[in-house]
């Protein structure tokens, strides 16, 4: 899958935040997300100490969730870690691993934050700007916002606000279990991106998908990072 490129990576942390805040301002967290038969997820990970990332994109079928496709590679980080920046680092290997599918899925869940953001530019809304396909980013953890605590049942929801405006929805997918943390990332609206995460959640608190993409790169990293695209 060709991907057009949107801008280089190869910049500083000024001018990266820089492009941040303006590529924020081309993220649509307005449209409404239509049915998805396919639904990819990414997921990024690394040893501590090692300059290796990676990365995995799995593609299932909506409902019975059964793998369609999915790549994983090993790439060495192109940018170092620098809070706030962490998409510089891992949206190029997500990206390289996208490309490397057959079929363009219809959304792409990442484990990560989509506009729950300082500046409205997680790795979920910067990997949509690039593959130009709805998004939605499910974080474990919060990165910033305030929030009331939800309810304790399965389904529960609360805002989450930062300076005034909302980025995201707290949602408990899980009863009487810790929230995950759900925003838009581009081409998608806070009501499509709650729907996408409780409709691919399970009996666990992280969206099946997203759980397929974290086993896959474990297997890649227990590997030591030969993998591909099967």
């Given at each position: 899958?060709?991907?057009?490129?949107?801008?280089?990576?190869?910049?500083?942390?000024?001018?990266?935040?820089?492009?941040q805040r303006?590529?924020?301002?081309?993220?649509?967290?307005?449209r409404?997300?239509?049915?998805?038969?396919?639904?990819?997820?990414?997921?990024?990970?690394?040893?501590?100490?090692?300059?290796?990332?990676?990365?995995?994109?799995?593609?299932?079928?909506?409902?019975?969730?059964?793998?369609?496709?999915?790549?994983?590679?090993?790439?060495?980080?192109?940018?170092?870690?620098?809070?706030?920046?962490?998409?510089?680092?891992?949206?190029?290997?997500?990206?390289?691993?996208?490309?490397?599918?057959?079929?363009?899925?219809?959304?792409?869940?990442?484990?990560?934050?989509?506009?729950?953001?300082?500046?409205?530019?997680?790795?979920?809304?910067?990997?949509?700007?690039?593959?130009?396909?709805?998004?939605?980013g499910?974080?474990?953890?919060?990165?910033?916002g305030?929030?009331?605590?939800?309810?304790?049942?399965?389904?529960?929801?609360?805002?989450?606000?930062?300076?005034?405006?909302?980025?995201?929805?707290?949602?408990?997918?899980?009863?009487?279990?810790?929230?995950?943390?759900?925003?838009?990332?581009?081409?998608?609206?806070?009501?499509?991106?709650?729907?996408?995460?409780?409709?691919?959640?399970?009996?666990?608190?992280?969206?099946?998908?997203?759980?397929?993409?974290?086993?896959?790169?474990?297997?890649?990293?227990?590997?030591?990072?030969?993998?591909?695209?099967?």
């Amino acid at each position: 899958m060709a991907i057009e490129p949107l801008h280089r990576w190869d910049l500083s942390p000024d001018e990266a935040r820089a492009l941040q805040r303006e590529l924020a301002a081309r993220v649509d967290a307005t449209r409404a997300l239509g049915p998805c038969r396919r639904i990819a997820a990414a997921d990024v990970s690394y040893n501590k100490g090692d300059d290796r990332l990676f990365a995995a994109v799995v593609v299932v079928e909506a409902g019975t969730f059964e793998v369609v496709e999915r790549s994983g590679l090993v790439a060495k980080a192109g940018y170092p870690y620098v809070p706030g920046l962490l998409s510089f680092r891992e949206a190029p290997p997500v990206l390289e691993a996208f490309d490397r599918l057959a079929d363009r899925p219809d959304v792409l869940l990442c484990d990560g934050q989509g506009i729950a953001h300082p500046r409205r530019l997680g790795i979920a809304s910067h990997v949509g700007l690039w593959l130009g396909i709805p998004t939605v980013g499910c974080a474990k953890s919060l990165l910033c916002g305030s929030f009331d605590e939800p309810g304790p049942d399965r389904g529960d929801r609360s805002p989450l606000i930062h300076k005034k405006e909302r980025i995201g929805t707290v949602l408990r997918t899980r009863s009487r279990v810790s929230p995950v943390y759900v925003s838009p990332g581009h081409l998608c609206d806070f009501e499509g991106a709650e729907r996408l995460v409780m409709e691919t959640t399970g009996k666990y608190r992280l969206s099946t998908p997203i759980r397929l993409a974290h086993d896959f790169v474990n297997e890649l990293r227990r590997q030591g990072g030969a993998g591909g695209s099967t």
